[in-house]
């Protein structure tokens, strides 16, 4: 078992790379997750860029191994420096038929077909409990690993089971001590059985990195929201249910230290680390004095990539090296971050003949593993050819005659110096008063300028981000789309308000003063997260926006959004 996980780990780190092209495509597709137990389902998202089209996948190539349980189509449009970017996505639940690694083949869209993925589904537990006695909603924590390294990545997962419909539901953020948090990707949504009993689940993950050994506690984390809410009849109001309250165990784990057998100049606590050279062109010709690229990438899984330190190595005898600054990346693969710093040395022959690069070492401790690994790129050797004007050795600053050419000896007149007194140094004194204060006259009037530039374009921006997202409501509502709906509700909101002011629907609502409009918006809410089967029509949340989003400002709306806890849902950007 320890074997699979360790070649999982470094496939995943292998395959960073190829997801950053492939982001690049027009066409991909993917999993919100990896693995999963028998029972539990799966979405399989096919994102096509720059159309509003919807998407047609042939998913007859999925018969054999998966169930499809549904689909559902949404197209966005997003804003990135003032321009509109549109997205179509498929996104389909899936069902596994068997155990087992499983392969999903490439699906053909139109002309297009995406890659191949894997998915591991792993056999069922054996049911513990009465099944009457499983709760309507839990929550559950895992946390792997439970004996970390100091600095290096903990896992953590807060799922939400989900028995009963539930309403404005918030989650409170984990909070560990001395220790780092961030979270990874968007919140996981999919079905399982836990005890017999068949629940909706919500999954959120995170990355802790502890930044002392020892002992390390996590505070439980608590879930709010309504449940039996009502919309109504015809004569009757609206019932919100009534409130619960629901937290997850607290969880405590023991921060290895740094181990005292680790040699390490740099203390890189990863999973799996690579250290490779993109390969010199074998056809170059390499001359004295012109220069060659070096360039060396570090990947990491488990580390950001300002986590991972500079590669150090020797100058070459025969060149001078000149270093770029490096350049980071880090994203996400699965339940890792992967951290990414790429680094390049301009190289100048100074002598003709063989010319070698040293190989450059990384010592990193494996967490996976508990021992000190190390990385190598080894050494290259080149062949260097005399410069094309023939002269092989580095051009020195030619020297300048300063002596005399003979019989031209210079005449050396004296002139004898008058002091002036205080005069000059006063005059000096008030000319550089003078000018400074012109200076500082120049340079408040350039910065007045330049701030009034800057609030002209943000006031820009802000107009067309208000418009974009008026649109894609509009669009959302009349295609009867609650999930683009919701996402372009909150872009509104947060055009009017701010980009950190509003995260949820729950937010925008308590920020409107509109009742309907607020029932609206809770609908909305319900549609997108709660278990209701009538499909959702857009018609009635556009007649009320169609005028516009009013937004409260008031100190007392102000102080009820930010009592509102961190949201459980937050939207696509």
Not at 376 to 395: E, K
Not at 429 to 440: E, I, K, R
Request: hydrophobic share 40%.
């Amino acid at each position: 078992m320890a074997k699979l996980v360790n070649l999982s780990l470094w496939l995943a780190l292998l395959s960073f790379p190829l997801l950053l092209s492939a982001q690049q495509g027009s066409l991909t597709a993917s999993l919100d997750r990896t693995q999963i137990v028998v029972g539990e389902t799966v979405n399989l998202i096919i994102e096509m860029q720059g159309t509003t089209n919807s998407l047609s996948p042939d998913l007859s190539v999925l018969q054999n191994q998966f169930e499809v349980l549904n689909s559902s189509t949404q197209t966005q449009l997003n804003i990135s420096n003032g321009q509109q970017q549109s997205v179509s996505q498929v996104r389909i639940v899936l069902e596994a038929r068997q155990t087992g690694d499983l392969i999903i083949p490439p699906i053909t869209v139109g002309n297009q077909q995406t890659q191949q993925l894997r998915l591991s589904v792993l056999p069922a537990p054996e049911p513990s409990g009465d099944v009457d006695a499983a709760p309507d909603i839990f929550v559950e924590v895992e946390v792997n690993p439970e004996t970390p390294y100091v600095q290096a990545q903990i896992t953590m997962i807060v799922r939400l089971m989900i028995g009963v419909p539930l309403n404005e539901a918030s989650l409170s953020e984990p909070a560990p001590e001395n220790a780092e948090i961030q979270r990874l990707g968007e919140d996981l949504r999919y079905e399982a059985d836990r005890n017999g009993r068949r629940y909706q689940v919500i999954e959120r993950r995170y990355a802790i990195f502890p930044q002392q050994s020892g002992q390390l506690n996590i505070a439980p984390v608590q879930l709010s929201g309504r449940v039996g809410a009502s919309r109504g009849s015809l004569f009757g109001s609206r019932s919100r249910g009534r409130r619960i309250t629901r937290t997850s165990e607290a969880v405590q784990l023991t921060v290895l230290p740094v181990p005292t057998a680790y040699t390490g100049d740099h203390w890189i606590p990863a999973s799996a680390l690579q250290l490779t050279e993109q390969p010199l062109q074998q056809s170059a010709e390499y001359r004295v004095g012109e220069p060659l690229t070096r360039t060396l990438e570090l990947t990491a899984l488990g580390l950001s990539d300002i986590m991972l330190p500079d590669l150090e190595s020797e100058t070459p005898l025969g060149a001078r090296v000149y270093a770029d600054k490096p350049v980071g990346v880090s994203g996400q693969q699965d339940t890792w971050i992967v951290g990414q710093r790429t680094i390049k040395q301009a190289i100048v022959p100074t002598v003709s003949g063989p010319l070698e690069l040293p190989e450059v070492r990384l010592d990193w401790w494996d967490t996976a593993n508990s021992q000190q690994r190390t990385a190598v790129v080894p050494a290259v050797t080149i062949s260097v050819l005399p410069a094309v004007d023939g002269n092989n050795q580095p051009i020195e600053p030619a020297a300048t005659d300063l002596s005399p050419a003979p019989g031209n000896v210079p005449v050396i007149q004296t002139t004898r110096a008058v002091d002036s007194g205080m005069w000059p140094y006063l005059s000096a004194a008030f000319a550089a008063l003078w000018l400074l204060t012109l200076a500082a006259w120049w340079r408040g009037r350039q910065g007045r300028r330049q701030q009034h530039r800057r609030q002209q374009a943000l006031q820009e921006q802000r107009s067309e981000s208000i418009s974009a997202a008026r649109k894609a409501c509009r669009l959302a509502c009349r295609n009867n789309d609650a999930a683009a709906a919701s996402a372009a509700v909150i872009d509104w909101a947060r055009a009017i308000l701010g980009q950190q002011a509003v995260n949820n629907l729950a937010q925008v609502a308590a920020s409107v003063e509109d009742s309907s409009l607020q029932s609206a918006i809770y609908d909305l809410q319900s549609a997108c997260y709660g278990q209701q089967q009538d499909p959702w029509s857009g018609e009635s949340l556009w007649a009320l926006l169609q005028h516009g989003l009013a937004i409260a400002t008031q100190s007392d709306k102000t102080e009820r959004n930010q009592s509102i806890l961190p949201p459980l849902y937050p939207e696509p950007q």
